[in-house]
């Protein structure tokens, strides 16, 4: 079966760091995605990973754990703007689709 | 280039009426996909189009009907909808698998209602 588990919810403060993290279990593994999706907007990609290890970005960093089927997306500095819902999403190694997980919406206050 | 267009951005249709959906890309993409978003949900996989050929049908009802007619547009026609089907339609687009990390773009969606 596929399962993608992220928190549903996080608050944070402005100027602050936060880690929202996503476990799976999936059948097949060939990449894991975040996204960033501000409410009635479209997703944006964020990150990806498919080899363990840190890939920062600005902002943004995403690690992954292939072995623990673990990743988390920090996000550093926070901003009013980065409030949003953050998808992890693990493409499924036999056909490329993107399996999505519940999101974590996270709320950034003054 | 680096973005999806869809049309129309709203769209309130009746149960027996007839309408389509429209998506574009310009990026040499040769994957197109359509997804439904739930409100607070994430994106469902309806359909994927690899190289102009239907490749994945996530078991959608046939009242939806996608359709490739080139490799830079994506339609998905409606027929006979439910109010239930009352969704954000999410357009995205890829490289296509074997060609490098093909993170998908999205598309704004078209916010649709059936009454």
Redesign the interface.
């Known amino acids: 079966g596929q399962n993608i588990d992220q928190p549903t919810e996080m608050t944070a403060t402005e100027g602050a760091i936060v880690q929202i993290n996503c476990t799976y279990q999936t059948s097949g593994f060939n990449g894991l995605f975040w996204y960033q999706q501000h409410a009635g907007e479209a997703p944006t990609f964020l990150s990806y990973n498919v080899l363990d290890g840190l890939e920062e970005k600005g902002r943004f960093s995403s690690f992954l754990s292939r072995s623990k089927g673990y990743s988390y997306l920090l996000l550093k500095e926070l901003q009013m703007k980065d409030s949003a819902s953050y998808l992890c999403a693990v493409r499924d190694e036999g056909t490329d689709k993107l399996i999505f997980g519940t999101g974590t919406r996270l709320q950034v206050f003054p | 280039d680096t973005e999806?267009t869809q049309t129309p951005k709203h769209l309130v249709m009746g149960m027996t009426n007839k309408k389509s959906l429209k998506c574009e890309q310009h990026m040499g993409h040769r994957?197109m996909y359509w997804y439904k978003q739930k409100a607070?949900?994430?994106?469902?996989?309806m359909f994927?189009y690899s190289y102009e050929k239907l490749s994945?049908n996530e078991s959608v009802p046939s009242r939806f009907s996608p359709e490739c007619p080139n490799s830079s547009l994506l339609n998905l026609h409606l027929h006979a909808l439910q109010p239930e089907d009352s969704a954000?339609y999410?357009c995205a687009s890829s490289q296509a698998?074997g060609e490098g990390?093909?993170?998908?773009?999205?598309?704004?969606?078209t916010?649709l209602t059936v009454t």
């Open positions: 999806v994957a607070k949900k994430p994106p469902e996989l994927v994945i954000l999410l698998p990390a093909y993170e998908q773009y999205f598309g704004p969606g916010r």
